[in-house]
């Protein structure tokens, strides 16, 4: 069992499921690139227009009297048992996926578009976001990804942007209402060129101005949101973004403005630096920045192309332990490890689990998303939540697994003779698993 | 059950006789001192102007439209500090603490950044640098260290925030935890780490905080129904510091501060988060009660919010705003501050409360006075790019 299948597996993947490191052992980098061609997997979900009616629902039930905001831990809160379906099913399909790299690229982007329901319009939206906004385009163009992940309601929602009117729109001169900088700010210093990457508060503004205008559409006496472009509310003008002139065009200005934002340095660099850290090193080797944010200029912000040199990179390959998995990683090779006797780990439970462990599904404490370095994971307390995570785990799965099989299709590659050793004299099976649970090796990718 | 002493007594046994293989494990009570220094972060933006309201002003109400607070006296009004500034409504517990002489008010402070970025403030709040640093230290860990190492730093987070990290090893510990995986497992998982040492130090720092727990029983405690969102991470670390054993200086946040829209004056969303952390601090304070008079708590935020309104009844990321410092070992009440003024000359970029006080200089203050670490090494060693930055005299009852 090769070490570079070990990388290929945990580093672009999700951990290895039962056999999944003998059928990487052959070509790792040509498996992962025939990864890269999968696409979104169908789903019985809800869409977007489907999510927002959801929440309409809720709103209809608190107009009834039949539930109030206190209630929303309920049940039979639509919105709250949505939002369970969408991390059971997102758990799901990253344990059985065949292609955890197109996943971990979805986890990726989803966290650096982050929305989170730390604010409550976002509860019954975040899942249908990363289904809908993010999946589709991670490896197709950052421009497309930007524009789908920008002007989602549920980025319009998370970010303020909905309620931002023109002061000189219709709307504005109308009523007494303004501009809200927020979304404007984070597309600028999160989304694209990053801090330090070239812009200032005129900037900030300038964007505020543009996307202006993108809001909820009314409908008549519909509990239901719907969200759309207001020409009413558009700032009227020209504006000046990053030194370029966008011509007053409605909502076509945002479409201009982000092309510009997608084609900039700063923002090949500020991206390049993001993936390298996520997929090489905590410090990202300046090199290997270059070398990706070159790749992204190249070829227009292709993220496949982007992707497929990351995966090119030796440093890639060098460290099979440079990085932490984060919880969700974590938690979800357990359950590949276990081949998806996972039963003890979804629903209420999962969720419960996953914010004890600091990450709660689509919940990211800010804008900026989750952490991406090993220290932010690391911590004693988070550490011995990990360890009882696995013990858990263990306890509920063990009787029925062979400690030595489930050794070999794990961690076996880079463990030391010793620790394999003293793994297998366990004192029993259910400490073992949970001693191969806790070990750097599986904690770490 | 065998409790701390005993139990760190037997390995520590087991270590003189050399039967334990295992690297000595992370102690608290090495401490010479015990005084208690409680640093909390109040992420996204504290609005400063709302928490605090400049109620003498006379451009307050007109500038800040209808997030103004009313004066003091007036219906949902004010608490009074002094003749120029008031507390929010909703931090009644504070302002028994004013009464008490255990609160005094920052304001108009800042750190030195000015580029409105809540990551990048954070940043600086936390590594006490000029600006956003990579170095990934923070300026409690760098005091740590001037005060003796490991041992003697919490924090109330799944793993340490930048101001507490860096080479001096902290413990955490979150509100909640659980039974837990049994010792013996726990001891062969270590031996799983004897090549990574960074897994051994978390490993071990978090079986003596359990240790600690267990002893005070605080998992069952926190559990209690019905107190507020806050309230339960508040009551916790109370329990751990005034733990003679427990750590010297520890961390806390709270978020939610980011309040760009419908942000309220007197009630709404603000009012109710500084409701939630003015009652989560009057549990602190009296769960301390027995170290109180020993302690010091310095509640501040990245950045203040823009003075006027933005479009959508909020305020948008500002530069100045204020802090709260609270404790026993408080000489008495007082607000802290050069006020600038708010008429729209005044203002930083013709929007915000303008920056006339370092926060620095009121965190190395208290470092020196409170924590009692010599001035020259808070100037070379923790707050090292901070010029001549001037202490405050008085802070701290002597």
Redesign the interface.
Known sequence: MSREAFIAANRFGLGPRPGELSALSGDPRGALFEQLKSGPVPTDLPGTAGALDVAGSRKAMMAEGKMDANDDGRPDNPVRELYLREVTARFDRCVASAAPLHDRLVLFWSNHFTVSV?RSGVVPLAGVFEREAIAPHVTGRFEDLLTAATLHPAMLTY??QY???G?NSKV?QRKD??????LG?EVL??HTLG?GGGYG?GDVIALARILTGWSVVTGGGDTSKRFGFDPNRHEPGDKTLVGTRIREGGEQETRDALAILARHPSTAKHLATKLVRHFVADDPPAAAVEAIAAVYLKTDGDLGAVTRAVIGLDAAWADPLAKMKTPWELTVAMARALGGEAAAIDGPLLFRRLR???QAPFGA????GWPD?????????????R??LG?DIANKAGARLDLAALLDGTIAPVLTPA?TQ??KG??DRA?GI??IF???EF?QR | MISALNRRGLLQGLLGAGLLASVPRFAYAKTPDDRRFIFIIL??GMDGLAAVPPVGDKDYVALRGPLAIAAPGQADGALPLDDRFGLHPALAPLHALWHAGQLQVVHAASTPYRD?????AQNVLETGGRG?SGA?VGWLNRALGLMGGSGLGL?V????PLVM?GPTQV????S???A??SD???D??D???AD?P??H???????D??QLLADADTNAMTRQRGLGRLTPSFKGLASLMRDDRGPRIATLEV??W?T??AQGAATGRLAVLLGQFADALAALRKDLDPVWSKTIVVAATEFGRTAAP?????T??GTAGAAFLLGGALEGRRVITDWPGLSRDRLY?GRDLAPTTDLRSIFASVLRDHVGLPEADIRSRVFVDAGQMPFVADLVRV
Request: proline share 6%.
């Open positions: 730390a970010l303020d309620r931002s009117v002061p504005g209402a303004g501009l809200n900088e927020n700010r210093e999160l801090v508060q004890g462990l600091g404490p800010s804008p900026a370095r090993s220290t932010d994971w690391l911590g004693p307390d988070a550490l011995m939540r360890i009882d013990a620790k003293f793994i366990a004192g400490s949970a001693m806790a070990s750097p904690q | 992420r996204g409105r970025s809540h990551f990048d956003p990934g924090a987070n799944e793993a340490a990290s413990a955490t510990w979150v909640g935890s659980g837990g995986p013996y497992l726990l062969a998982i031996r799983l780490y990574s960074a897994f130090a978390a490993l071990a720092t978090a079986r905080t359990e978020t939610g980011d760009h829209s933005n479009g959508t009844g909020g948008d990321h970029e």
